[in-house]
């Protein structure tokens, strides 16, 4: 497993209305050059072509 800390204003999501909660998918795509492109997620979405941005597969994380 791993974990992962990130710092975000809140002017940039949420509006600017304090929160707890949010649903959220991460992601990364690997471009190496001369190996074919990665497409890693947290939530895997099972689009073809990859697709992230697929609010129904968003999970829900709770900021403390």
Known sequence: ???AFLQVGLDVIGRGKA???YKIN???VDYTTGSPTR???WQP????PP???KPAYFQEIILI
């Open 45 to 48: 979405t099972f689009a073809s």
């Open 51 to 53: 697709c992230f941005h």
């Open 39 to 41: 497409y890693l997620t």
């Open 1 to 3: 497993g791993w974990e």
């Open 19 to 21: 929160q707890s909660k």
């Open 26 to 28: 991460l992601f990364r």
